[in-house]
């Protein structure tokens, strides 16, 4: 983990925690009534926003990935594949969640994705927890039960990272993946790479910030390491 605390990155990503879906939906499954490998995502914009016309945002996957099928979930989800065919995939789209972590009842919409009852649970967020109003302590309380409500049976694996852009949170990430015996994929160095962005293929700032097709794919690598001996 690093010990560098530039988390400037963080001020770049303009695009609204918000609305980042149509119609207040958040859990999509694939395959769910498959026999394989059950594998959740949860993450935010960087896993799934949606068609946001408005800062020139185009697609539905993981922004900024130059198609859906560059974005990091697309590519770990031909991994798996290619290792079982028959796997089941969720992805929960939990922006509300990094806003509303200090609120009581956090947990309750993301109700299907814990019925998903998943076996390997892909812990993807934090970018949207804002640094201003930001607490340690809280956050730290609220992460591990979000993690542990997703788990329905206790039976899943846990993939944890940190931010794509540092943030302080990233430090009680690692502690809590610890605390639950899982492993905690450092991304921040990623954000800082001005490569592994979109710069120069957005207009808006805030979406040309998130990953580009090569911090996907670095994104994937990392987590895959950790992933593949699980399927």
């Known amino acids: 983990m690093s010990n560098n605390n530039d988390f400037s990155q963080m001020a770049k990503n303009t695009v609204s925690s918000k609305n980042q879906m ?8 694939e395959n769910v009534d498959g026999n394989g490998k059950r594998v959740l995502f949860v993450g935010n914009s960087i896993t799934l926003h949606d068609i946001r016309p408005s800062i020139g945002w185009h697609l539905e996957c993981g922004m900024a990935a130059s198609a859906p099928e560059n974005d990091y979930v697309h ?3 031909r991994r798996v594949r290619e290792k079982d065919t028959d796997a089941a ?10 806003r509303s972590y200090k609120a009581e009842n956090h ?27 930001y607490v340690p302590e809280l956050f730290e309380k609220a992460y591990k039960e ?15 990272t940190t931010g794509f852009w540092k943030h302080p949170g990233d430090e009680l990430i690692a502690k809590v993946a610890s605390e639950l015996a899982s492993p905690c994929v450092y991304l921040g160095d990623l954000g800082q790479n001005d490569k592994m962005k ?26 895959w390491e950790e992933l593949e001996r699980l399927i």
């Open 107 to 133: 947990n309750k919409p993301y109700n299907a994705a814990r019925d998903f009852d998943a076996d390997v649970i892909i812990m993807r967020i934090i970018e949207n927890c804002s640094l201003s109003e």
């Open 198 to 223: 979109a710069l120069g293929l957005f207009e808006h700032e805030g979406v040309a910030v998130h990953p580009g097709d090569l911090g996907m794919q670095n994104i994937a690598d990392r987590i």
């Open 89 to 98: 995939f969720c992805v929960c789209q939990a922006s509300g969640w990094e």
């Open 146 to 160: 979000f993690a542990e409500f997703l788990n329905k049976s206790g039976k899943a694996k846990i993939i944890f």
């Open 75 to 77: 590519i770990i989800k």
């Open 22 to 29: 149509r119609l207040g939906e958040t859990i999509f499954g």
